[in-house]
């Protein structure tokens, strides 16, 4: 699985959009992004998975340059309950979605809004 | 649809003893996988089954280990519990087939070692 790099923390105020940029430099043909969001003590949830140019759901946006090297989660209007860690992930579905379980969680992104 | 619920969802054991802990996958979903979650070494697989059989399984010692029942429910084991095993466990599900990439995860059991 290629290899992520997001920011360790942010910081935002509620209704800012939020935009957590992840670095995957050696993602590979096959390979789709995807992003989980984690609160204290809970399991992940799934937010939001792309392959090229832009995904877009009732919670979040992603975008995907041309050479796919990076990707970008948008949250529109954020609130306080936005205060979550979120995780990038890259990886083909045959493994996370052919072999289910291979997730390989990075440090993930701190997001703090604030009042 | 009920989510995925793992019980107990909190669990003191002292060094030495053995633990078990079960999850149940949301209806109709076949694999499930665990993983550990501390704070030094963030999330981590454990393993991963699906039709009663381990597909996949992470770099963790013996002591770690599972089984997946007919009706999909799984438990994991870890024995000879040492201070370093205090984690959030966390059981995912996804399904029903291999070819569904989205896992749905559970509140996780908390597993305080002393």
Redesign the interface.
């Known amino acids: 699985l290629a290899k992520t790099t997001q920011p360790i923390s942010m910081d935002s105020y509620e209704g800012q959009e939020v935009n957590i940029t992840c670095s995957h430099n050696n993602i590979a043909t096959n390979d789709?992004i995807?992003w989980y969001q984690q609160f204290p003590?809970?399991?992940?949830?799934?937010i939001i998975?792309g392959y090229k140019t832009k995904v877009t759901n009732e919670v979040a946006s992603l975008f995907i340059p041309a050479d796919r090297k990076s990707s970008t989660l948008s949250l529109p209007r954020v609130s306080l309950s936005d205060t979550a860690v979120y995780?990038c992930l890259v990886g083909d579905?045959a493994s996370?979605?052919?072999?289910?379980?291979?997730?390989?969680?990075?440090?993930?992104t701190k997001l703090s809004v604030k009042p | 649809k009920a989510g995925v619920t793992q019980t107990p969802r909190y669990l003191i054991k002292t060094r030495g003893q053995q633990v078990t802990l079960s999850c149940s996958p949301i209806s109709g979903h076949r694999s499930v996988s665990w993983y550990q979650q501390t704070p030094g070494q963030g999330l981590q697989f454990l393993f991963e089954y699906f039709s009663e059989t381990q597909r996949n399984k992470g770099n963790f010692p013996g002591r770690f280990s599972g089984r997946q029942f007919s009706n999909s429910r799984s438990e994991m084991n870890v024995s000879t519990l040492e201070l370093g095993d205090s984690a959030l466990y966390l059981c995912a599900s996804s399904g029903p087939g291999l070819e569904v990439y989205e896992q749905y995860f559970g509140p996780g059991t908390r597993l305080t070692v002393t």
């Not at chain 1, 996370?96 to 993930?108: A, D, M, T, V």
């Open positions: 789709y995807t003590s809970q399991g992940p949830r799934f998975q995780y579905r996370y979605g052919g072999s289910q379980g291979n997730l390989i969680f990075g440090k993930g």
